[in-house]
């Protein structure tokens, strides 16, 4: 039972335009949203958070989007650069801590220049 | 800082050996844990410590597999009896836990069971 769902296995997007990236989840009682950025022979690294309690988030170029109605999360990368290409992991938990995230099965992002 | 830190980057083992992979966390750091990752999917949750205290450990996936983190400071995972399934990347992370307080990752130990 994958509760948190990453529909789309990859995508490709221009330099300079807006990537997209969705996820979606089924367990309501996710209170805490991230983003993780993950580069071939790295860890995974941290991008953005969104608290449930908010529907938006903005740090420089990344946006996370949360409709808890929907039980639905994206990522907006505007505008794309090609060193934004990497597998994009969405990750949720029940605490505010982000203790025990569960996490998407990734999405991998190309940016064409 | 010098970030999460995971010995070895690679391990090669044979069925039925044991194994034990080492992480040193971010100094200040005082939340550890393990996340074990398989090809094409996302990092599933094994287990956490907050210092020496493991505060979670249901998920670890068999009662072969144990952690410790002795001294509050490194941590080591263990898998006893290895089995080709248990052929993955082992991550871990830390966290200093107050909020928010998003993981920070190492780049992992990647283990194959032949």
């Known amino acids: 039972d994958q509760q948190v769902k990453q529909n789309s296995p990859s995508l490709s997007v221009q330099e300079g335009r807006i990537s997209i990236l969705n996820c979606d989840y089924t367990?309501?009682?996710?209170?805490?949203f991230l983003w993780y950025k993950k580069y071939p022979a790295e860890g995974p690294t941290f991008l953005i958070s969104?608290?449930?309690?908010?529907d938006k988030n903005e740090d420089g170029r990344f946006t996370v989007f949360l409709n808890k109605s929907a039980k639905h999360l994206s990522l907006h990368i505007v505008p794309s650069q090609p060193g934004d290409s990497a597998v994009y992991f969405c990750?949720?938990?029940?605490?505010?801590?982000?203790?025990?995230?569960?996490f998407g099965g990734g999405t991998r992002l190309m940016v064409k220049p | 800082d010098t970030g999460v830190s995971q010995n070895p980057r690679h391990k090669i083992t044979k069925r039925g050996q044991n194994v034990t992979f080492r992480c040193d966390p971010i100094?200040?750091?005082?939340?550890l844990y393990w996340y074990r990752q398989t090809l094409g999917q996302g990092p599933e949750f094994l287990t956490y410590f907050q210092n020496e205290a493991q505060l979670e450990k249901s998920r670890l996936l068999s009662d072969r597999f144990s952690a410790e983190r002795p001294k509050g400071s490194f941590s080591t995972l263990e898998i006893q009896r290895t089995e080709q399934g248990d052929s993955a990347m082992y991550l871990c992370?830390?966290?200093?836990?107050?909020?928010?307080?998003?993981?920070?990752f190492g780049n992992g130990t990647r283990l194959t069971v032949t």
């Open positions: 990750a949720a938990s029940e605490d505010n801590a982000g203790n025990m995230l569960t």
């Open positions: 367990n309501s009682m996710f209170d805490y």
């Open positions: 969104i608290s449930s309690i908010k």
């Open positions: 100094s200040e750091h005082n939340r």
């Open positions: 992370a830390s966290s200093s836990g107050t909020l928010p307080s998003p993981l920070h």
